[in-house]
């Protein structure tokens, strides 16, 4: 019988400390009843917080780590003195193989720093990508890369179509994504060299595993007009965060509204359980976390001011991931697109 | 004594024809008694829409133009074709100085490229840009480049730092607007050359006639953390067609959710009022039309699907522009940032 699947946890990540993570731990046991998890972090901080909880210890082995990356520390800094961060140890994990996959709700560029120079990235794949799973009226839809990156070239691009893809079909169960990249519009004269060289790509390679649509713009993401939506770090990273706070502008004028008059208060008094219903559904907890795509190994970034729930949520996503095989998807996928030469690119 | 303002107009443009020009002509000349209209199209079919409305006549001059740019059209073939465009007509008029602004529901495209060669760019700007008014918690802020261009360099965004400055203080009547750059991260060391250069000449130029913030994120956008954001076109267009979506997903979200229930249903009917004017608070017909900057002259974009009141909003807005001396505001507020030289741009 195999290895039971095993998930590495930075324990000392995040805004809420180690007491959110133990509190996520005791959820996922119940969820994944075959998991085992290492805890990477300070061991004189970890243990009273079994002292409730002793038999979690039956699947939770801790591992002592002297320090932690900070929130705001540099990427590159926390890479050259990080060795005996909890950050640090719970990639080890991954890279010595002892567990499948990776979970920290540290900060995002450090973590993508050490993920990157301990596990490298995919054959075929020459930059990672972050991942967003996006509320959209069909669903969710796939949204890469949102920030691992702040330029990206054609081919990048297309690294990109391919790992989403790989993604969608792993965990959202599609059999054959639609994918779309994000432009200025949908017209094929439109839009920047490196978009446009990724569409010419991805046109001329009919054999995809994927259903390429062109070009999608930016009220598509949440129309879910395609399953996987490609672009750049830097407008990825952009319109997610912009999304975020049009969702928080346009629930906070809903509520001034509704106080505003007597019959506003009544009614939302009498619709509260539909609207709380509508904050449960844009909730960043309930699709929790940053999927790092295109590693030689799983790594998932949860959100730093997430709560029990929301790491709960990493966890669940990692494990799919694991138990998909989204990784080998990757690699399958990425052999199967032929580069064009540059000159067929710039016709 | 002056001139009256003058307003010239493609009637022509946007997807609902020219009625709904002249629909909004009848309320522009209630709400501005002092300012003439040219209304250039194609006269056999706007003569008829004043059947009922002869007295307008009296404010509005028809100006036969017996083609029109389609909204399809690439900019390109319009700017080789269109001279006998009511769109190429209509901005001849702020070029001959026979108007001082003109408005349009038309292809954005070709409606930037005509007014770039007809009117040229501002002295010390090298490229005019689109601005949109963005709803927010605390009003509206001012967003630039929405997508006149793909790209944006250093200077180019430092240009829409002015531009955007000089646009609110005349236009939100903001004594010193706050400004910040669009940015994945509001540390320094983050983005972009182009975002990081640009902030490295504001810092450095302290005689701004703008509080100059820094970068800043795609929330602080709906939150009003600043009153004008500088992106480049590529990024402002998918921000802005992004937090469009977001704001209709979340409104079907919940519709749906109130539907769902009977109580729901009871309290959407008590509150609606209250939910009506949330609507109108997220209508895009309120803050209508895109501004065109940079350029030496007024240009507005209504949206191609504006209705009466949409176009009648792009109308106020042009006037407003035309009165406020917007213009020469640009002009003088640019002189005043000393380029930095490439030495130090680059320390």
Redesign the interface.
């Known amino acids: 019988m195999a290895r039971e699947l095993t998930v590495s946890i930075d324990a000392m990540g995040g805004d809420a400390g180690p007491g959110v993570v133990v509190a996520a731990l005791a959820r996922s046991v119940l969820r994944h009843p075959s998991v085992k998890f290492i805890l990477h972090g300070d061991e004189a901080e970890l243990k009273p917080l079994f002292a409730k909880r002793a038999k979690l210890l039956d699947r939770v082995a801790i591992r002592h780590a002297a320090e932690r990356v900070r929130m705001e520390e ?1 990427p590159s800094l926390a890479l050259r003195r990080g060795r005996n961060t909890s950050m640090w140890r719970a990639i080890d994990s991954v890279k010595t193989k002892e567990a499948e996959v990776a979970v920290s709700a540290g900060n995002t560029g450090a973590l993508m720093a050490m993920s990157m120079f301990q596990l490298g990235t995919l054959e075929g794949i020459s930059r990672p990508a972050i991942a967003a799973l996006w ?3 069909r669903g969710q839809s796939v949204v890469l890369d949102v ?1 691992a990156n ?2 990206a070239s054609d081919e990048q691009l297309v690294d990109f179509a391919v790992m989403g893809e790989a993604f969608a079909r792993a965990i959202l169960g599609l059999e054959r994504p639609t994918v779309g990249i ?3 519009g949908s ?1 094929e ?4 060299d490196a978009v446009k060289g990724a569409a010419h790509i991805l046109r001329n390679n009919p054999s995809l595993p994927m259903e390429f649509c062109g070009f999608v ?7 879910g007009t395609v399953d996987v939506v490609v ?1 750049d ?3 990825g ?18 509520r001034s ?2 106080l ?2 007597l ?2 208060r ?10 709380n ?2 904050r449960r ?2 909730d960043p907890r309930a699709s929790n976390g940053g999927i790092f795509l295109g590693l030689d190994g799983v790594v998932v970034k949860s959100h730093g001011g997430a709560d029990a729930l929301g790491f709960a949520s990493a966890l669940d996503m990692a494990i799919d991931m694991a138990k998909a095989g989204v990784i080998a998807r990757i690699v399958a996928d990425r052999r199967g697109i032929k580069t064009l030469e540059p000159e067929a690119a710039a016709s």
């Open positions: 540099k509320p959209t009226k920030g702040v330029t994000l432009n200025v017209e004269v439109k839009g920047n713009e930016g009220n598509d993401i949440g129309e672009t770090g830097f407008t990273n952009i319109a997610l965060k912009t999304a975020e706070g049009t969702a928080k502008t346009v629930t906070h004028f809903l509204a509704l505003h008059s019959f506003g009544m009614g939302a008094y009498i619709a509260s359980g539909a609207l219903a509508l559904k844009l």
